[in-house]
């Protein structure tokens, strides 16, 4: 477990704050992905995004006590310990019309895994539960785009980024805790995995 010491991500104990769980791309694919962030606030008005570090969602946004973290933390530790470092690929533009566009991620059978003994664990140890009690499948993917992307910018820019090649591959070695500082997002803390690669691969293919 890696306690981050941002400035913007300390607690007060008295409270209850909001926090998810996601899989964060290492520094040089952030990167990149942060450059198309901006390029859709220059271009499609659309700054939502830049609102959290690029990610890849495994437990959406919930409430918890900061005086319990301690308890969320524990299991988040113990849980990241008995799993492996997890490939993940992504390839291409995707989209969620008519408002969120975003880089798609490879549903392989380890991410595939990893999300499910995840969530339930979660529930069944911590009580977190899904936003919507509906069955979804989960779709990984790596948002750019959303909720302030007009409808008219969405089928301008998809237009662009339907068909854009782009492909980054790297091995998730942890998970990250992310907290809610009233403005935006900021990882709070790091969870290792169990396995750690001697050489974490990076490849990056922009077209």
């Given at each position: 477990m890696t306690l981050l010491g941002h400035p913007s991500a300390t607690v007060n104990p008295s409270s209850s704050n909001r926090f998810f769980i996601a899989l964060l791309p290492p520094p040089a694919i952030q990167e990149e992905v942060n450059g198309i962030k901006q390029h859709f606030v220059e271009h499609y008005q659309s700054r939502a995004a830049l609102r959290s570090p690029p990610h890849i969602t495994l437990q959406p946004p919930f409430t918890w006590l900061c005086n319990d973290l301690p308890r969320l933390e524990n299991h988040l530790s113990q849980f990241a310990l008995s799993q492996l470092s997890v490939p993940i690929t992504l390839q291409g533009f995707a989209a969620f019309a008519p408002r969120v566009i975003y880089i798609d991620v490879l549903q392989t059978p380890e991410l595939l895994r990893l999300h499910q003994v995840l969530t339930t664990m979660l529930a069944e140890k911590l009580a977190i539960?899904?936003?919507?009690?509906?069955?979804?499948?989960?779709?990984?993917?790596?948002?750019?785009?959303?909720?302030?992307?007009?409808?008219?910018?969405?089928?301008a820019a998809w237009a662009q980024f339907q068909s854009r090649s782009l492909f980054f591959e790297f091995v998730a070695t942890h998970l990250t805790l992310l907290i809610h500082n009233g403005q935006c997002w900021t990882p709070y803390q790091t969870f290792p995995f169990l396995e750690q690669p001697s050489a974490l691969k990076v490849g990056v293919s922009d077209a």
């Open positions: 539960l899904p936003p919507s009690r509906d069955i979804r499948s989960f779709c990984p993917h790596l948002t750019v785009a959303f909720r302030d992307l007009t409808v008219q910018n969405f089928n």
